[in-house]
């Protein structure tokens, strides 16, 4: 029926060319839903005879698959439970996998309540990649009829006793049987962890449907909840208004932080360079001043020193330094000063010689020692 279908082998694979036949082809991508079981079972024109899982796992029956069937509730489907079915799926290297869902009636009963309606549930597993065939309303326990009507050669389930309808264990009679398969559980995830999740977070998950448009009355809320929801919605936009100011704020002072330190750092730079420039040019002021002066007092003294020793009295010549005049170099000739310089007789600063007394001897009548001749 499946073959027939979707164009495939019996195990709801592609068929492949001779040379590649009796290798598993792994199956990419689907066309079509799943099939859903007969009311009746399966029909074949094919003897169904019983197999182990040692002939199951080396490939025969070469000419029909290996018939695996894996049952479950599978509330919110997801990817725990495709991992389950994709176990089942390649147990076997050539496997037809038929998933049974149990009934809203039976899981209500023993296992609880649903969020997810048989319909949906069963729409949701012929979406599966990894399913060949879907059996509505599946029974909480395998019975022999059961697995004779779907021609069932294994039964594909965690290794974990489920306890449940007063049994310790609704699968001991098929291991027992050598019909049963484990799979794996995937860790961190279940239907009853999202729930979990769900009812943890409850205020935010209304909060989350009320401003999508849900009504309160949809939601079963309270008309005081769903007051007291919607002011805390306005005051959470608000904090973030202000958080978002906030961080802008500092993203703004960081850069005018930024902006300051360069600018102080070049200011800085610029700073030393000028105390630099100007220290230099000091410098050189300084220096400039001090050849100056030393040229004047060099030049004052040459100016001064015969001068010295004209007006001096020979009584005010010691014995002693009288020899020493006599072997002082001649006096340089006077250079042509001008009137502003400071050395200069004429100058303002310098006060009119006084005038010569009556008695004084002149300048012809000095003794030659005195003059320094």
Request: glycine share 6%; hydrophobic share 35%; net charge positive.
């Amino acid at each position: 029926m499946a073959g027939k279908r979707r164009g495939r082998g019996g195990n709801g694979q592609q068929q492949a060319p001779q040379s590649q036949r009796g290798r598993p082809q792994r199956v990419h991508a689907l066309r079509e839903p799943a099939a859903f079981a007969k009311s009746t079972g399966f029909e074949s024109d094919i003897q169904h005879e019983k197999l182990t899982i040692a002939q199951a796992r080396r490939g025969t029956p070469a000419h029909r698959p290996v018939r695996v069937y894996a049952d479950g509730i599978f509330d919110l489907f997801h990817s725990g439970h495709a991992r389950a079915l994709m176990q089942a799926k390649t147990v076997f290297p050539n496997t037809y996998l038929i998933v049974g869902v149990c009934s809203d009636e039976l899981t209500h009963k023993f296992k609880g309540y649903t969020v997810m309606t048989e319909e949906e549930r069963y729409d949701a597993l012929t979406h599966c990649r990894y399913v060949d065939e879907v059996v509505r309303d599946a029974p909480w326990t395998l019975t022999t009829e059961f697995l004779q009507k779907h021609k069932i050669d294994f039964v594909a389930h965690d290794d974990i006793p489920y306890t449940s309808a007063g049994s310790e264990d609704v699968y001991k009679h098929i291991k027992e049987a050598g019909m049963f398969v484990a799979t794996q559980r995937t860790e961190g995830i279940s239907t009853s962890d999202l729930i979990t999740r769900i009812v943890r977070d409850y205020d935010i998950y209304v909060r989350r449907n009320l401003q999508r448009g849900y009504t309160a009355r949809e939601l079963n809320v309270g008309f005081i909840r769903e007051k007291k929801i919607r002011l805390q919605d306005q005051v959470d936009k608000m904090k973030e208004t202000v958080r978002t100011v906030e961080e802008k704020s500092k993203h703004f002072v960081y850069r005018v932080e930024e902006k300051s330190q360069d600018l102080i750092h070049k200011w800085e730079e610029k700073s030393r360079e000028f105390i630099g420039n100007f220290l230099e040019l000091l410098d050189q002021m300084e220096l400039g001043h001090v050849m100056q002066f030393r040229s004047g007092v060099g030049e004052c003294s040459r100016l001064c020193l015969p001068t010295l020793h004209l007006v001096a009295p020979p009584a005010a010549v010691p014995p002693d330094v009288a020899p020493c005049l006599l072997t002082l170099p001649p006096p340089l000739p006077l250079p042509a000063l001008s009137p502003l310089h400071p050395l200069h007789p004429l100058h303002p600063l310098h006060p009119p010689p006084p005038h010569r007394k009556r008695g004084h001897a002149p300048l012809e009548s000095l003794p030659p020692h005195a003059v320094g001749v």
